[in-house]
């Protein structure tokens, strides 16, 4: 197929090790049609060895190892007009000087929210059967409990500290079960909390009555390390915390401390600080910790969704249509 004459020209700047599977034969094939292939995908070293390669870019496509789109970055792209990540996050390539030039940039934070939230929707439901509790007391005692007394999903309560794009995704998910939701988020407004059907409450009064809480929350200088031991000893017997956000939300020695104290309590940690965690760290050796590697995010197969949605926004960009994951710049501070 023929790419019109007005085509963008397009440059694909990644790491090499998860390009293939965010950037699948089929998605690159999509994207050539669309645009103009500014020579073949580099990564971020090669494009600082040389930086002519980006003169006469128009769409910068990227994802993992994506470059820092700053002052010097972008006089070296004097065309570029849009930026199209398949990844979450675009906090860490975002400068002042990028958003000056009100170039818009698209995330796909919706496509990565969804593994997320299928991760999070299967703990949520062990974590209601209490089954990693009743799992490690199994294997201590070498006895099957009688009758285990657990809340299960009927008429439980489930807590989530953020609305975001996962945090809706997860309220979706349980909305099939006939369970009560709880959120906290300070930015979420009441009708926002309505079309979630969930139920807004202060975060002590969340940790305080779920059975489950699940963390969702982005990583800002007021919300690092505020799940502490206050909250932690405030859970009801038996509970789980979800980490699927960010490690540091955790203040991870007194969540040491007071799972140490309450073997009761179970923490699923899919994220630490640092990761993975120092080598001495209790988490690896507390029975009631269960960490895991970033098993929640896209891998594999899962990443090509990621892909595909900066091939559909590209599709759109080049009808001059408007772009559906473009970041506000407003709210960007605000975002994970």
């Known amino acids: 197929m023929n790419e019109p004459a007005t ?53 910068l496509l990227t994802g993992w190892g994506a470059p820092v789109l700053d002052t010097a970055f972008l006089s070296r792209a004097p065309r570029l007009r849009a930026v199209l990540v398949a990844a979450g996050s675009v906090r860490h390539l975002t400068t002042p000087a990028f958003w000056e030039r009100g170039i818009p ?38 006895r099957f409990p009688h009758n285990p007394d657990v809340p299960g999903a009927y008429r439980s309560r489930v807590g989530l500290l953020g609305l975001g794009h996962i945090g809706r995704l997860v309220a979706a998910h349980l909305s099939r079960f006939d369970v009560e939701v709880l959120a906290t988020d300070p930015v979420a407004s009441p009708e926002a909390a309505r079309q979630a059907g969930v139920r807004l409450v202060p975060v002590e009064e969340l940790f305080a009555t779920c059975h489950v809480v699940s963390l969702h929350a982005p990583l800002l200088p007021e919300t690092r390390g505020t799940i502490g031991a206050r909250l ?31 073997p009761d309590l179970t923490a699923v940690l899919d994220v630490t600080h640092p990761e993975p965690p120092a080598h001495d760290s209790p988490l690896f050796t507390l ?50």
């Open 7 to 59: 085509a963008p020209t397009a440059l694909l700047v990644m790491e090499e090790e998860r390009r293939a599977d965010v950037y699948p034969p089929e998605v690159l094939a999509g994207i050539g049609r669309l645009a103009h292939w500014q020579g073949p995908p580099r990564t971020r070293q090669q494009i600082d060895a040389d930086p002519e390669a980006l003169r006469d870019v128009d769409i």
């Open 105 to 142: 940039i698209v995330s796909a934070a919706s496509a990565n929210a969804v593994p997320v939230a299928e991760f999070t929707l299967a703990q949520v439901l062990l974590g209601l059967k209490q089954a990693h509790r009743i799992a490690r007391e199994v294997a201590s005692s070498r």
């Open 232 to 262: 932690l000893d405030s859970m009801r017997p038996g509970a789980t915390l979800i980490n699927t956000a960010r490690g540091a939300l955790v203040d991870e020695p007194a969540a040491a401390r007071t799972l140490l104290a309450r």
């Open 287 to 336: 029975p009631n910790v269960v960490l895991t590697p970033h098993l929640g995010g896209a891998l594999g197969a899962e990443r090509r969704r990621l892909g595909q949605l900066v091939l559909d926004e590209l599709h759109r960009f080049t009808q001059d249509r408007p772009l559906r994951h473009a970041i506000d710049p407003a709210h960007a501070a605000s975002l994970a």
